[in-house]
Each structure stands twice: as C-alpha cells, then as structure tokens.
C-alpha cells in the first residue's frame, strides 16, 4: 500500500460515514415528524423515545450502507477527477485497475462487514425495538399463537387451537397419523386439552390425553396420563413463528423456513428473501465497480450529475429486486438464482461499465 493508496482510502472512508450518518439522521428526523404524535398521545418519556431510534438505527444503517458507498465513490473520485488529480495520477503510470484496487479492497471489507452486521447485530437489536413498541408504543400484539398447523413427516400433522409462548404451553392439541401419503387412512389420533414443553428434556408433555387407534372399522380408545406426545417441532421453532423476520439471525431464520416447511407451507418466497438477505450486502462492491469508472470520467454538471446517477442506480436496484422477488416467487427458477438475480444483472452491468469507459 503506497501514500496515494492511503490517501484515496481515507478520503473515500470520511466521506462514507459522513454520508451514512448524515443519511440516518435525515431517516430518523422524517420518521420522527411522523411519530411525534403519538409519542406524546402515549406520553412517551424522552429516555424511552431515544431507546426506540437507538434500537432503529442498526436498521437504518443496514438499509443506507450500499448508498452510502455509492455516494462515497461518486464524490470522491468525482472531486478528483474536476481536479484533475485522476489524470495526474495516470500521467505518472497508474492504470485504472490499480486506481480501483483501494476502493474495491474497502468495499469488499465492508460488505463481509455488513454481512455480519445485517445477520446478526440488526437482529438483537430489532427484537428490543419491538419489545419496546409492545410495552411502551403499544403496537403489536402479545406473545402468543392462534391456530398452529404443523407437518412433522409426510404421514403426521399437528393442529395446535392456541400457544402460550411465555408458558410454553399449547391448548386444544391434535396430533394425526395416517398409513400412507396418496391414500391417506387415519391410523391414530391424540387429543390433549394442554400440551408443555419440558426444557430439561426437550419433549412435550401432555398431564392427560386420549389416543384413538384405527384398525380397519374398529377402534381402540386409550387414555394417557403424564405421556409424552410425538411431536418433533421444538419450543424455540414455535416461538421464531411469533417473531417478526427481521427479529432473525441468518441461522434462525433458516430454521424458521424449515420449521414453517415442516408445517407443510410454501416457503418459496421466504426462501428468495433469505437468500437475497445474504446477497444484499455485496451491492456495496457492485455500486464501486460502478461509480468509480463513471466518476473518474470528467462531466459538466460535476457533483449534480453524481448525484443523479446515484439515484437513479439506488432506485434501479430496489425496483429490480421487487420486481425479480415478487416474478421469481412464481416460476421454477432456484430461488437462490433469484434472491441474487439482483447482483448478477448490475453485477453485469458494472463488468460492462468498466469495459466501456474511458481510460
């Protein structure tokens, strides 16, 4: 790493936070006109308040992260191509590629960074968020489920009426067996009036319940005390379908789509959504390979044309991804092709981009 390298990097990094919290700001101002309101409707204190867009920001940040290192790269080679430092450079033997090595090696490092960030920090951060709109904001609801269907194999499905997550206990609880999968037969049923999930055990428990067994037309009643009923999904997998995907880690929410497959849902769009979580990340380094090239190419309008093109790349982007999530969902195309299909076509286009410019 060479001065000029050092110097590229630390004006690119100051602008970048500069940037995501001048951004943040704005966000959070706007979002606060819009809740001013009912903060003091609910005679919200000032400390709660501050808690509330203290839990936000992680959000927030997550959301402007890939814009500001659009911004980032567009001012700053921006800047130094109005001043002719970009041809200074070249006249001394750079190329463009090593003029592109810094800003790529920091977006690289900040997009694993985010990819931590986003999976698992936003997470731990949202669930305080909602947490505190239950408690003091009052707008969710409370910590349990109504009429739960689960799938644990091909042949057994589980109707759970009501779940109490904070007692971890479900009310009203069948669970159905059957002998085969195209012809299905009812082989045996349990009815339990209340079903506990026993955590030193990791079973579920059930003080009284009736097992019907069919055996052609005749059927056997039998009542059990204190059984433990063969249900497989776990006390942590029940809860998650409680919480707001955004409350999930990368590892949770992929066990949350096994837990909502298992319940014999489809959980294609789900899917193409975790997916492109893990890709989102990585449009810091496409937005480089983009605004890099087009910056370094001196153009009247200067900084207004910079920042014309970060919107219309930001908002080209965004529409993309909706419009691939919302098309993909419905075809059979691997939904990890489309939760990246974003990625790969600016990816593209950023190959193109720097093809085609001038150096």
Same mark, same amino acid.
């Not at 700001?25 to 000032?46: Q, S």
């Not at 921006?78 to 109005?82: K, N, S, T």
């Given at each position: 790493m060479n001065i000029i390298d050092r110097y590229l990097m630390r004006r690119f990094i100051s602008?970048?936070?500069?940037?995501?919290?001048?951004?943040?700001?704005?966000?959070?101002?706007?979002?606060?006109?819009? &809740?001013?309101?009912?903060?003091?409707?609910?005679?919200?204190?000032?400390?709660?308040?501050?808690?509330?867009?203290?839990?936000?920001?992680?959000?927030?940040?997550?959301?402007l992260i890939p814009v500001a290192s659009l911004l980032a790269a567009l001012f700053n080679v921006?800047?130094?191509?109005?001043s002719n430092e970009v041809t200074a450079m070249r006249s001394l033997g750079q190329s463009f590629w090593r003029?592109?090595?810094?800003?790529?090696?920091?977006?690289?490092?900040?997009?694993?960074g985010e990819l931590y960030f986003n999976g698992w920090v936003v997470p731990q951060a949202i669930t305080k968020k909602i947490r505190l709109e239950r408690t003091v904001l009052q707008e969710r609801g409370g910590n349990s489920l109504f009429n739960v269907?689960?799938?644990?194999?091909?042949?057994?499905?589980?109707?759970?009426?009501?779940?109490?997550?904070?007692?971890?206990?479900?009310?009203?609880?069948?669970?159905?067996?059957?002998?085969?999968i195209y012809k299905p037969r009812l082989a045996w049923r349990i009815d339990a009036p209340l079903m506990k999930w026993d955590s030193a055990?990791?079973?579920?428990?059930?003080?009284?319940?009736?097992?019907?067994?069919?055996?052609?037309?005749?059927?056997?009643?039998?009542?059990?005390?204190?059984?433990?009923?063969?249900?497989?999904? &776990?006390?942590?997998?029940?809860?998650?379908?409680?919480?707001?995907?955004?409350?999930?880690?990368?590892?949770?929410?992929q066990d949350y789509i096994w837990t909502l497959r298992a319940g014999g849902k489809d959980t294609r769009r789900q899917e193409?959504?975790?997916?492109?979580?893990?890709?989102?990340p990585f449009a810091n380094v496409i937005v480089v390979l983009i605004a890099v090239p087009f910056a370094a190419v001196r153009r009247r309008g200067g900084i207004a044309v910079n920042i014309a093109a970060a919107m219309v790349l930001a908002f080209f982007y965004i529409a993309f991804t909706e419009?691939?999530?919302?098309?993909?969902?419905?075809?059979?195309?691997?939904?990890?092709?489309?939760?990246?299909?974003?990625n790969i076509v600016f990816g593209v286009a950023a190959i193109l981009t720097m093809l085609f410019t001038r150096k």
């Open positions: 602008t970048f936070f500069f940037t995501l919290v001048a951004l943040s700001l704005l966000f959070i101002i706007i979002d606060l006109i819009e &809740r001013l309101d009912n903060f003091i409707d609910l005679k919200v204190g000032i400390f709660d308040a501050i808690s509330y867009y203290v839990y936000y920001l992680p959000y927030i940040a997550k959301l921006g800047r130094l191509a109005a003029f592109l090595a810094p800003y790529m090696g920091i977006a690289l490092f900040v997009s694993f269907y689960f799938r644990d194999n091909p042949l057994r499905n589980t109707t759970i009426e009501y779940y109490d997550e904070t007692n971890r206990t479900a009310r009203n609880v069948s669970i159905d067996e059957f002998t085969d055990s990791s079973v579920w428990i059930a003080d009284s319940a009736m097992r019907r067994d069919i055996r052609g037309d005749s059927m056997t009643i039998t009542t059990l005390k204190n059984a433990v009923l063969p249900f497989t999904i &776990r006390h942590e997998q029940i809860q998650r379908l409680q919480r707001d995907p955004d409350e999930l880690t990368f590892d949770d929410l193409i959504d975790y997916y492109s979580q893990w890709a989102f419009i691939s999530q919302a098309v993909g969902a419905n075809t059979s195309i691997p939904a990890v092709i489309i939760g990246w299909s974003a």
